[in-house]
């Protein structure tokens, strides 16, 4: 290694270190240096100037006037590239390995290859199927409350609601809910009140539980409730801690808000300083930048040239940084981006690298398309370990039904952390017909069924995302919360029949179906 060689891994591994919480594990293993050697010589982006791509008209929603962001705005016909690009996709050709027990995480952040014991537990109190639990543990990055709200047509949602949808999400064992952006409120009205809704949150540090780990899940086998109302007594918690790899940290509750310049940046400590002075707490440790790995993509949302953008970020994150909060780095289109076609992984890995060479402490990769495969994903993945950095974090889109099949092809490879949103809520409003981002509820679900653990209550997640689809009068994206939601009504039914609450034949109070249930019956075998 020559002397620049060892300064980089230096720096990616102070990096690493100094923005992980103590004790942290394999949650902030994105950003760590693995093997390979490190190509340090950043390809520079082409300078583009801002040309003016997008065309920003002020449309009439529900009776409301409003102008929308160009994040949002379509490209006209004529702007958008004439190559077959738009549709080429990656074929996937590749035979994946199904996800391995054998990596597990010890609590500094390195594998074991030991396996734990199988312990047999419930996914859902629901299904009557049992999956063998192993112990890893992945880190679940709710979005629904900023990216899967930011897009919504119609008034904005209310703040009381997207409180109680952030309360309810704790409830479900959730820490890490990223809740609003610090972005222009005339160009994403459904942010516009992030600095009304930060103060209205539980505290950070109030929904820790004892011995720092998360609410069981209750696919864990059932224990009688404690003294204090927690699920488990202190025993059944050492069996847990015994069987099951999962960091202390993993209880810290996390607000992720996204910052897009330093006027984001500004506006969110005027808050704070407000809030202290009244003699509030810390609102979030954690601020998220976004980048597009694509020139087309940046203009779109960012409203100005990819080289632009870079070059205003570090003062941002030099700045949260010096005010404690954790940076996590957003790249949009690492498969395909919705104007230029396929993405280069190569340009991927250059914009991930200069994000964790100014401080992010981690990169979460964005299937913003929602094209990707798991041969699309392999080889952003390669890549990454070709360039010495494990990028373990992936945000995938559903649109085209294959977010399930690309997260599991990458568990083996050692992915730790996943953003997706509840109900599936969101949208790429680029793809005629694309769906929202890969529902929560199917995540944990799989990731259960495979033994993984997640620290997350299915159950209370399902309830809270059939919850959040009838409250906004939008259908339930997410099969296995549909399904599951089922399967509790008609018990219900059975057992209020059965106690005698019910008359047999007749229906729970008229109609056990709700909007987010529409159509299902038939699909639920119900
Ligand atoms: C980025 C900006 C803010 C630039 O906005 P801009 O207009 O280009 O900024 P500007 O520097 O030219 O300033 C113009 C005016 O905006 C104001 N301004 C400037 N910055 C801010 C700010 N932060 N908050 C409030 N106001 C702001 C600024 O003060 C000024 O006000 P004036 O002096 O004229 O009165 C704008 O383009 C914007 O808000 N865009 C929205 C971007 C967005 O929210 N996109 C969606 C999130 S990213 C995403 O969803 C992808 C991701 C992360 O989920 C990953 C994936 O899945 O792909």
């Given at each position: 290694?020559?002397?620049?060689?060892v300064?980089?891994?230096?720096?990616?591994?102070?990096?690493?270190?100094?923005?992980?919480?103590p004790?942290?594990?394999s949650?902030?293993?994105?950003?760590?240096v693995?093997?390979?050697s490190?190509?340090?010589?950043?390809?520079?982006?082409?300078s583009?100037?801002h040309?003016?791509?997008?065309?920003?008209?002020?449309?009439r929603?529900?009776?409301q006037?409003?102008?929308?962001?160009?994040?949002?705005?379509?490209?006209?016909?004529?702007?958008?590239?004439?190559?077959?690009?738009?549709?080429?996709?990656?074929?996937?050709?590749?035979?994946?390995?199904?996800?391995?027990?054998?990596?597990?995480?010890?609590?500094?952040g390195?594998?074991?290859?030991?396996?734990?014991?199988?312990?047999?537990?419930l996914?859902?109190?629901?299904?009557k199927?049992?999956?063998?639990?192993?112990?890893r543990?992945?880190?679940?990055?709710?979005?629904?409350?900023?990216?899967?709200?930011?897009n919504?047509?119609?008034p904005?949602v209310?703040?009381?609601?997207?409180r109680?949808?952030?309360?309810?999400?704790?409830?479900?064992?959730?820490?890490?809910?990223?809740?609003?952006s610090?972005?222009?409120?005339d160009?994403?009205?459904?942010?516009?009140d992030?600095s009304?809704?930060?103060?209205?949150?539980?505290?950070?540090?109030?929904?820790s539980l004892?011995?720092?780990?998360?609410s069981?899940?209750?696919?864990?086998?059932?224990?009688p409730?404690?003294?204090?109302?927690?699920?488990?007594?202190?025993?059944?918690?050492?069996?847990?801690?015994?069987?099951?790899?999962?960091?202390?940290s993993a209880?810290?509750?996390?607000f992720?808000?996204?910052?897009?310049?330093?006027?984001?940046?500004?506006n969110?400590?005027?808050?704070?300083?407000?809030?202290?002075?009244?003699?509030?707490?810390?609102l979030?440790?954690?601020?998220?930048?976004?980048?597009?790995?694509?020139?087309a993509?940046s203009?779109?949302?960012?409203?100005?040239?990819?080289?632009?953008?870079?070059?205003?970020?570090?003062?941002?994150?030099?700045?949260?940084?010096?005010?404690?909060?954790?940076?996590?780095g957003?790249?949009?289109?690492?498969?395909?981006?919705?104007y230029?076609?396929?993405?280069?992984?190569q340009?991927?890995?250059?914009v991930?690298?200069?994000?964790?060479?100014?401080?992010?402490?981690?990169?979460?990769?964005?299937?913003?398309?929602?094209?990707?495969?798991?041969?699309?994903?392999?080889?952003?993945?390669?890549q990454?370990?070709?360039?010495?950095?494990?990028?373990?974090?992936?945000?995938?889109?559903?649109?085209f039904?294959?977010?399930?099949?690309?997260?599991?092809?990458?568990?083996?490879?050692?992915?730790?952390?996943?953003?997706s949103?509840?109900?599936?809520?969101?949208?790429?409003?680029?793809?005629p017909?694309?769906?929202?981002?890969v529902?929560?509820?199917?995540?944990?679900?799989?990731l259960?069924?495979l033994?993984?653990?997640?620290?997350?209550?299915?159950?209370k997640?399902?309830?809270?995302?059939?919850?959040?689809?009838?409250?906004?009068?939008?259908?339930?994206?997410?099969?296995?919360?549909?399904?599951?939601?089922?399967?509790?009504?008609?018990?219900?039914?059975?057992?209020?029949?059965?106690?005698?609450?019910?008359?047999?034949?007749?229906?729970?109070?008229g109609?056990?179906?709700d909007?987010?249930?529409?159509?299902?019956?038939?699909?639920?075998?119900?």
């Open positions: 290694m020559d002397e620049e060689e300064n980089m891994r230096g720096r990616l591994s102070q990096i690493t270190k100094t923005s992980f919480v004790s942290s594990s949650l902030s293993a994105s950003a760590r693995r093997s390979g490190l190509d340090h010589s950043f390809h520079s982006f082409p583009s100037t040309s003016p791509l997008i065309e920003v008209r002020t449309t929603l529900n009776g006037s409003r102008t929308p962001s160009p994040h949002f705005s379509p490209l006209l016909g004529t702007q958008l590239p004439k190559s077959d690009m738009m549709t080429k996709r990656f074929r996937s050709t590749g035979i994946y390995p199904s996800p391995s027990p054998e990596l597990i995480e010890r609590d500094d390195s594998f074991n290859k030991k396996l734990l014991q199988a312990e047999e537990r996914i859902s109190k629901e299904l199927t049992k999956s063998e639990g192993k112990g543990f992945i880190r679940i990055v709710e979005v629904s409350a900023r990216d899967g709200l930011q919504l047509p119609g904005p209310p703040t009381e609601l997207k109680e949808l952030v309360e309810r999400l704790l409830d479900a064992g959730v820490r890490n809910i990223e809740v609003g610090f972005v222009r409120g160009w994403i009205p459904q942010m516009a992030t009304k809704l930060l103060p209205t949150l539980p505290s950070l540090t109030g929904k004892p011995l720092g780990i998360p069981p899940p209750s696919s864990r086998p059932q224990t409730e404690s003294e204090n109302g927690s699920l488990i007594n202190e025993s059944s918690l050492k069996h847990i801690i015994d069987n099951t790899i999962i960091p202390s209880d810290q509750v996390h992720p808000v996204l910052v897009p310049n330093m006027k984001g940046l500004e969110l400590i005027k808050l704070q300083e407000q809030h202290t002075a009244n003699g509030g707490g810390k979030t440790d954690e601020v998220a930048v976004f980048v597009s790995a694509t020139e993509f203009q779109a949302n960012n409203h100005a040239p990819l080289s632009k953008i870079l070059s205003s970020l570090p003062p941002v994150i030099d700045k949260a940084r010096s005010l404690g909060y954790r940076v996590r957003y790249v949009s289109c690492v498969i395909t981006c919705p230029s076609g396929p993405t280069p992984p340009d991927v890995i250059d991930a690298m200069k994000l964790l060479e100014m401080g992010c402490y981690e990169i979460s990769l964005g299937d913003t398309t929602g094209e990707g495969d798991p041969e699309s994903w392999r080889k952003v993945w390669r990454c370990e070709g360039r010495g950095i494990d990028m373990s974090r992936v945000a995938c889109h559903d649109t039904s294959l977010a399930l099949s690309s997260i599991i092809s990458l568990l083996p490879y050692g992915l730790t952390s996943i953003d949103s509840l109900a599936g809520l969101g949208g790429c409003p680029y793809s017909g694309a769906t929202g981002n529902p929560t509820e199917d995540v944990v679900y799989t259960h069924k033994g993984y653990e997640t620290g997350i209550n299915l159950d997640l399902v309830e809270t995302g059939n919850w959040l689809s009838s409250s906004l009068k939008l259908r339930n994206e997410s099969r296995v919360g549909r399904a599951i939601w089922a399967r509790r009504k008609s018990r219900e039914l059975k057992e209020n029949q059965s106690n005698g609450l019910i008359p047999k034949g007749e229906h729970q109070g109609s056990n179906k909007i987010s249930m529409q159509g299902q019956e038939t699909e639920d075998g119900m």
